[in-house]
């Protein structure tokens, strides 16, 4: 960020003295700066701050019509200005008391990435094939900017961090997954990628909300109650959100992309009323639906039974709020790591469901089999999935992972086998079925995918 020369100091205290008040400057957020990266054809609203009823003038490169704000009576002051399509770089002017020049913008698509420990998790941290991967970044249309990690308990106007150019210096300690997926974006849609990382290892989702949005539905009050301290990280609802992510709104982005649920295994009964409000109650501030595409949780050993494999069906629930899509990564996990390396894999198919519904690019896969319903024909169950027309393929000898159970609700290991875009399911010692249960254990590691090489979500048809 580029500003006017400051005055002489004997030249400010003689103002300060002869006007018995202090020099007020003209301030930008954090997110504003140069090397930014700015949402293509959208209304952009910049914001600051200034001394009360001093006039902000703003000019774009891209539309050297100025456009002149009033800072009000609170020392506050936004703008509105149109973005064309993508391309620069171009340069904004804000001239008050002093100048400043916010240079090498480019116009793009911009992301918010966010979540724990595996969204924030770097190729310093450890990744496949890391060495080489750092070496290659070398993308100066991609933008990063990593929003520092910091807590609080009221609302924050600002927070920390800027923009820098990916390169293999800047790489390295971003989002590994947040990097790939705007790797793809890049690569595909050939504009310019602004990434924005805002995540923190080892939060619950509660942190990353508005309190007063959980406050107000007893059910999620209730769950936010029981989570108890952690070192790591700020474990209240808010906390992360004040800091972290309300400071970024109304900044304009295309979507986000979510990666958390390991810290709410615990309390995974809610989870999906939790992340449904989550995502609706960010495109409410925001004032945009915005996708909002996100990871379903590798397998892993979990000290209780059950706990992780409830969080990834309360996630695959989460999938009936309109514009969503879920990421499976149950054969790219590690079941003895909660922290698995293959990040690649993980951020081209999150990319995969933004190129297909956001951008509408044609042909590309972008989830693995949904159970969709169930039908019982006498002794065997046929299971019916959405994301099916390229077929169902088996990666083994025969399908795993499968279990059936007849009206006392015992379930047992169940022979499966597919028929066309279906699975039949059965026991010879189940004669009247009437629940199926897949890949439903914390470990489980199935091999049941469809033709586009993408495997199917755990999920039970009893509840």
């Known amino acids: 960020m580029k500003k006017s020369p400051a005055l002489p100091l004997i030249f400010l205290v003689s103002c300060f003295v002869t006007h018995g008040i202090g020099i007020a400057r003209v301030t930008l957020p954090a997110i504003f700066n140069d090397h930014m990266v700015l949402q293509q054809n959208s209304e952009l609203t910049l914001w600051g701050w200034a001394k009360p009823r001093e006039k902000v003038t703003i000019i774009s490169s891209w539309n050297p019509t100025p456009i002149v704000a009033t800072a009000n009576n609170h020392a506050d002051w936004s703008a509105k200005l149109s973005t064309p399509t993508a391309g620069g770089p171009h340069t904004l002017t804000i001239i008050g008391s002093n100048t400043i020049v916010l240079q090498d913008i480019l116009i793009g698509e911009v992301w918010l990435c966010s979540g724990q420990s595996n969204m ?74 602004g990434l924005i990382n805002s995540s923190w290892g080892g939060t619950p989702a509660e942190t990353w909300m508005n309190p007063q949005v959980i406050e107000a539905n007893p059910e999620l009050k209730a769950a936010a109650a029981k989570i108890g301290e952690m070192p790591w990280c700020p474990e209240k609802p808010g906390e992360a959100y004040y800091a972290m992510i309300k400071p970024l709104i109304p900044f304009p982005i295309a979507g986000v992309i979510w990666y958390q649920g390991e810290s709410n295994t615990e309390t995974a009964d809610s989870y999906d009323i ?190």
């Open 120 to 193: 924030e998790w770097s190729a310093r941290a450890g990744i496949d094939n890391g060495t080489e991967e750092v070496l290659a970044a070398d993308y100066p249309a991609i933008r990063l900017f990593q929003v520092t990690q910091q807590s609080a308990a009221t609302p924050q106007l600002d927070c920390n961090g800027e923009w820098i150019v990916c390169s293999p210096q800047t790489m390295i300690d971003f989002s590994a997954i947040g990097y790939f997926f705007g790797r793809e974006l890049c690569a595909k849609l050939n504009v310019p990628i």
């Open 274 to 463: 939790l992340l449904t409000t989550l995502i609706r109650s960010w495109r409410d501030e925001w004032g945009v639906d915005f996708p909002f595409y996100y990871v379903q949780i590798a397998p892993y050993k979990y000290g209780a039974p059950e706990i992780g494999v409830k969080l990834r069906e309360a996630q695959r629930k989460s999938l009936t709020v309109p514009n969503t899509g879920m990421v499976v990564v149950s054969d790219i996990g590690n079941i003895n790591d909660i922290h698995p390396r293959n990040k690649k894999d993980v951020g081209i198919r999150l990319a995969n469901w933004a190129l297909a519904k956001t951008y509408g690019v044609q042909g590309v896969p972008y989830s693995g089999p949904l159970y969709r319903d169930m039908k019982i024909e006498r002794n065997k169950i046929r299971l019916f999935f959405d994301h099916a027309e390229s077929g169902l393929v088996c990666r083994g000898d025969e399908l795993t992972h499968f279990e059936i159970a007849g009206e006392n609700g015992n379930f047992v290991t169940a022979e499966a086998k597919i028929d066309g875009q279906t699975v039949l399911v059965q026991s010879r010692s189940v004669n009247k079925p009437v629940a199926v249960r897949f890949a439903w254990d914390n470990i489980a590691e199935p091999n049941l995918f469809n033709g586009d090489g993408l495997p199917a979500s755990c999920f039970r048809t009893d509840d």
